[in-house]
C-alpha cells in the first residue's frame, strides 16, 4: 500500500503548473502515489481544457456546482478563478437564479448523483433532452463525467483534510512528501503534523499482523471453499444491512458561507442508505453483471464522449491496482484482498452488487472504524473531521491513508457514472 519518491513527480508538479499556474495542495498530497497522479492530472486536463462538446465557461461551472453539493470551498475556490479565466460571466458567480435556464435544469441531476445516484432514471434523461435549449446527448454525457468527478473530488479533498493553498482564503501551506512525509508520520494533511497516539508500538504491529494473517486465510478459504449464488446474495445483503446500522460521522454544527449556499437548492436532501430505501421491488439491487463499467459503461461513454471512457477506465484501473506489496512497515504483501474489499464496499453502499464477489471479505478485513471514515467520506465528506482521518488504520502510513481516499475517490465515481449511463442507456433504446 505504501508510496515512493522518485523523479517523475517532479515532473508531474511542473506539468500541473504549467496547466494551472499553481501547484495545488489536492497534487501535492496525490503525488504519494506518482502511478494514480499522472493519471489523474491527464483525465482532468482532457475534461475541462481538451476537446469536448461542453463550452469552457460551463465546465467550470458545473464543477462549481457539483463541489457546492458537498460545500467543498476548496473546488469551489479553484474552479471560480478557471472559470473567470475563461471568460465566464460574473453575474453567474451570484448563484443557481443568475444562470442560464438549460444549467439551472442540470441541477436535479447533479443533486440525486450526488447522494442517491439510484434515482436516476430514462425519464431525467429524456427531461433534459427535450424541449427548448435542451442538452444533447453528447453535451449530457460530458456533464455527466464532470459532476461525478467533482462530487467524488470533494470526498477526496474532505478525507486528506485538503486546505486552500496561500493565495487563497483560509489558505496554509503543505509539508511535502518529497521532505520526507511518505514514511515520516508527517501527515499529508495542509494542517498540523500529528503522531499516532494511543496505540503502542506492540499494538501497531499486531493490527497489521491480525489483518495479514485474515488476508491469508481468506485466501485459503477462498480455494477450498465452494459458495452457492443464494449464499453469496445472503452475504452481500447482510454487509448492506450492517453498512446501514452503521452511523457516519455525527452532523456537525457547519454553516456554509453565502458565496456556497448561493450555488446549493435542497440542502437538506442528502445521503440515504439504500438498504432503507423503501420496498426492494421499488428499487432493486444494480447487479454489476447486467451493466458494468468494463462492458457497458467504458464503450458509451466513448462513444458519445470520445476518449473519455479510455481517461477513465486507466484511472479507474489505476486505483483499484495500485499496490507496493508492503502493508505498514511489512513488505512481500498481496493487498489485493483488501483494496478489493474497500472497493466493493462503497460500490455496496451505493446499491451496487457484484455476482462474483463473496462479501464476507468485507466484515472479515474492513474493521468498524475504517467502515465507519469510508462511508463518511463516501457519502458525506462535509462531515469529515480530523479524529476521524486519526482514528482510521491507526498503524499505517499516511501515503496508505491517501490511498484509501483515492479508492473512495474512484469507486464512487465509477457508481455515479453506472447509474447516470445506464440511464442514458436506456433513454437511447
Not at 462530487?151 to 486552500?164: E, K, M, P, Q
Not at 445506464?422 to 433513454?427: D, M, S, T, V
Request: glycine fraction near 6%; aromatic fraction near 12%.
Amino acid at each position: 500500500m505504501d508510496s515512493c519518491w522518485c523523479c517523475p513527480v517532479q515532473e508531474l508538479y511542473v506539468d500541473a503548473f504549467l496547466h494551472n499556474n499553481r501547484l495545488e495542495h489536492m497534487v501535492q498530497v496525490m503525488s504519494f502515489h506518482p502511478d494514480y497522479l499522472a493519471c489523474f492530472l491527464k483525465t482532468q486536463q482532457y475534461m475541462l481544457r481538451c476537446y469536448g462538446p461542453l463550452p469552457y465557461d460551463y465546465r467550470h461551472f458545473i464543477a462549481i456546482m457539483a463541489a457546492a453539493r458537498h460545500q467543498c470551498s476548496y473546488l469551489i475556490g479553484i474552479q471560480t478563478n478557471e472559470f473567470l479565466l475563461q471568460g465566464g460571466d460574473e453575474r453567474w458567480l451570484k448563484g443557481l437564479s443568475h444562470i442560464p435556464k438549460k444549467l439551472q435544469d442540470l441541477y436535479e441531476l447533479n443533486k440525486i448523483m450526488a447522494h442517491r445516484p439510484w434515482l436516476i432514471s430514462r425519464a431525467h434523461i429524456e427531461r433534459l433532452t427535450q424541449g427548448n435549449d435542451n442538452w444533447s446527448i453528447a453535451e449530457l454525457t460530458h456533464a455527466v463525467v464532470l459532476l461525478a468527478h467533482f462530487h467524488s473530488l470533494a470526498s477526496f479533498v474532505y478525507g486528506c483534510g485538503i486546505n486552500a493553498e496561500l493565495d487563497q482564503s483560509d489558505g496554509h501551506s503543505f509539508e511535502s512528501p518529497g521532505n520526507g512525509g511518505g514514511n515520516s508520520g508527517k501527515s499529508p494533511l495542509s494542517r498540523s503534523p500529528h503522531s499516532l497516539t494511543g496505540s503502542s508500538a506492540h499494538e501497531m504491529e499486531g493490527g497489521i499482523e491480525v489483518l495479514m494473517e485474515k488476508m491469508r486465510r481468506l485466501t485459503e478459504e477462498a480455494a477450498a471453499e465452494e459458495v452457492t449464488q443464494e449464499e453469496l446474495l445472503k452475504r452481500f445483503e447482510r454487509v448492506e444491512t450492517l453498512s446501514a446500522e452503521l452511523p457516519a460521522a455525527s452532523k456537525q454544527a457547519f454553516s456554509p458561507k453565502e458565496d456556497i449556499l448561493c450555488y446549493v437548492d435542497d440542502a437538506e436532501f442528502t445521503y440515504q442508505d439504500f438498504a432503507k430505501r423503501g420496498q426492494p421491488t421499488e428499487l432493486p439491487t444494480f447487479r454489476a453483471q447486467d451493466y458494468s463499467w468494463e462492458d457497458h459503461g467504458f464503450s458509451l461513454a466513448n462513444r458519445l464522449y470520445p476518449d473519455i471512457g479510455t481517461y477513465l477506465d486507466d484511472k479507474f484501473n489505476t486505483a483499484y491496482n495500485l499496490t507496493y506489496f508492503t502493508m505498514g512497515d511489512n513488505t512481500d504483501v498481496d493487498t489485493s484482498s483488501f483494496r478489493r474489499s474497500i472497493w466493493n464496499y462503497i460500490h455496496c453502499m451505493f446499491g451496487i452488487r457484484h455476482d462474483d464477489y463473496d462479501y464476507c471479505e468485507v466484515n472479515q478485513l474492513l474493521e468498524r472504524n475504517l467502515k465507519a471514515y469510508v462511508k463518511t467520506v463516501t457519502c458525506f465528506p462535509e462531515r469529515v473531521t480530523r479524529r476521524d482521518y486519526d482514528s482510521f488504520m491507526r498503524e499505517f502510513k499516511h501515503s496508505e491513508k491517501v490511498h484509501v481516499n483515492l479508492m473512495v475517490l474512484e469507486a464512487r465515481m465509477q457508481a455515479e457514472l453506472l447509474y447516470a449511463l445506464r440511464a442514458i442507456n436506456r433513454y437511447m433504446t
